[in-house]
């Protein structure tokens, strides 16, 4: 495990601390779940943009979003999405 040091201003702070108390969660924990939904999603994100636009096309986050509501396919499952964007599946125990 890596430690890292982040700087914080105190208002962001004392809404971290409250939210983790509120719910019971360990700060930590808390802070570094977020980090890690937040780059799950700009991973996520990246796999559309490399999948919906051509190569040094340049789209706005409401083009992509636009391009993948108008792809017409059944639905599959989140599984076969990871796979079929080249994502590793992480195992959920």
Do not use: C, N
Request: aromatic share 6%.
């Amino acid at each position: 495990m890596v430690t890292f040091t982040i700087s914080f201003d105190d208002d962001v702070v004392e809404r971290w601390s409250a939210l983790a108390a509120a719910q019971g969660v360990d700060l930590d924990e808390k802070m570094t779940q977020a980090i890690v939904d937040r780059m799950e999603e700009m991973e996520d994100y990246a796999a559309l943009k490399a999948r919906f636009s051509k190569p040094g096309e340049t789209l706005s986050r409401e083009e992509l979003m636009s391009r993948v509501r108008g792809e017409r396919r059944a639905t599959i499952s989140h599984e076969d999405f990871m796979r079929e964007m080249g994502l590793s599946v992480a195992d959920q125990d």
